[in-house]
Nanobody, 124 residues
């Protein structure tokens, strides 16, 4: 089964950029729709961005549209989240997840495999 490992988180100033990576082992990601979620203490995991199996269909939560870009490189078995113009409100633990679906879904319950999370902190 897929093992997902996120990397690329860190501390940045507001307005800065980070690129998160999600690398898979054990299974190819080509048969999964992929999503990025984020979570802060006391709140449910929030869908941030999703991408379908082929990488040609993407979806974003309204709060990150125009700032974040999800992409995938199936040859490298890796999914990315490019985050620009970061805001303090983006501070959270970011998780990547895999869904055995042909379409992108925003509900976390549909995702089969999850990474351990990477912390993103945006200072004001």
């Amino acid at each position: 089964q897929a093992q997902l490992v996120e990397s690329g988180g860190g501390l940045v100033q507001a307005g800065g950029s980070l690129r998160l990576s999600c690398a898979a082992s054990g299974r190819t990601l080509s048969n999964y729709a992929m999503g990025w979620f984020r979570q802060v203490p006391g709140k449910e995991r929030e869908f941030v961005a999703g991408i379908n199996r082929g990488g040609y269909s993407t979806f974003y939560v309204d709060s990150v549209k125009g700032r974040f870009t999800i992409s995938r490189d199936n040859d490298k078995n890796t999914v990315y989240l490019q985050m620009n113009a970061l805001k303090p409100e983006d501070t959270a633990v970011y998780y990547c997840a895999a869904d055995r679906s042909t379409v992108v879904r925003s509900n976390a319950k549909f995702y089969d495999y999850w990474g351990q999370g990477t912390q993103v902190t945006v200072s004001s």
